[in-house]
C-alpha cells in the first residue's frame, strides 16, 4: 500500500498512478479494511485483486484533478486550507452516501471515527455504529496514549491491562487497586454480544426491525426506510472512564 504522503503529494496524477480504494480480503489480517493504493497501471490492478483486495471502482480516484486544484490551489484557486491529509484521502468515499457503510466497525474504532471531531468528515454518518455501545478507558498513567474502546463489553479493559502491565509496569497489585477506585474489573474475561436473527420461510414480506425503538418496516424498500429511520437514533452511546 502506499503511504499517506504518497496518496496526497500528486498533482492531477502527475506522473503518478491513480489511487483507489480497496477492500481488503475479507479473513486475516484487518479482515475487511478499506484501504487505497494505486490503480492506472493494469498489472497493479491485476495484483492487488490476485491477492483477494476488492477494488472499490464507485468511489472515484483518490487523487483527482478537482481534489488536487482545492488542495494546492492554481492561479485561479487558492489552496484550500482545511484539506487535511485525512480528509484528502479519505472524503471522497465518507462522503459517498453508500462509503461510510463499507467500513467495518474495528477499523471505524481504530481510527478514532466514531467521534466526529476525529473524522475527516465530521457529518458522516456510521450506520454499523448505530445501537453500539462504546466505552473509552483513559490511561490513568496520562501518558498520551489515545483512549481504548470497549465495543459492547469487548475490546477495552483487556488491552488497558495489558498497556499498563508491558507499558508502566503495573503488577498485579496496583491493577486490582486501581480498578477497585474506578469500577474496572480487571479479572474478568472480555464478553461479546451477538445479535439473534430469525428467519420465517416462506413469508413472502421482509419485515425489518429497528433494534432500538421497535418500529418495523415492511416490503422491498424496508431497507432504505430503516436506514432513513435509524438515522433519528445516536449513532453510539459513548461513556469515558
Not at 432500538?212 to 472512564?241: D, N
Request: net charge neutral; hydrophobic share 35%; charged share 25%.
Amino acid at each position: 500500500m502506499v503511504n499517506d504522503w504518497a496518496a496526497f503529494n500528486q498533482p492531477n496524477a502527475g506522473a503518478g498512478d491513480q489511487i483507489i480504494y480497496y477492500r481488503r480480503p475479507r479473513s486475516g489480517e484487518d479482515a475487511g479494511w478499506i484501504v487505497y493504493g494505486d490503480s492506472l497501471s493494469g498489472t497493479k490492478l491485476r495484483d492487488y485483486v490476485k491477492r483477494g483486495f476488492e477494488p472499490l471502482m464507485k468511489y472515484g480516484v483518490i487523487n483527482s484533478a478537482g481534489r488536487d486544484t482545492r488542495t494546492f490551489g492554481d492561479k485561479s484557486h487558492p489552496a484550500d486550507t482545511t484539506m487535511t491529509t485525512a480528509r484528502y484521502i479519505w472524503e471522497a468515499i465518507l462522503n459517498h452516501p453508500d462509503g461510510p457503510a463499507e467500513f467495518p466497525v474495528d477499523q471505524i474504532i481504530a481510527f478514532r471515527w466514531h467521534r466526529p471531531d476525529n473524522c475527516p468528515v465530521p457529518d458522516a454518518y456510521f450506520p454499523q455504529l448505530v445501537g453500539k455501545r462504546l466505552r473509552e478507558y483513559q490511561c490513568p498513567e496520562r501518558c498520551g496514549r489515545a483512549p481504548f474502546v470497549e465495543v459492547d463489553g469487548s475490546g477495552g479493559i483487556a488491552i488497558l491491562r495489558q498497556h499498563l502491565r508491558i507499558m508502566h509496569r503495573w503488577d498485579q497489585a496496583n491493577l486490582q487497586a486501581y480498578g477497585e477506585r474506578v469500577g474496572i474489573d480487571f479479572n474478568r474475561a472480555d464478553v461479546q454480544e451477538f445479535g439473534v436473527a430469525e428467519m420465517a420461510y416462506g413469508s413472502a414480506e421482509e419485515v425489518l426491525t429497528c433494534e432500538r425503538c421497535g418500529q418495523e418496516f415492511r416490503g422491498k424498500l424496508a431497507p432504505a426506510h430503516l436506514g432513513r429511520h435509524q438515522k433519528s437514533h445516536p449513532v453510539a452511546e459513548i461513556t469515558v472512564v
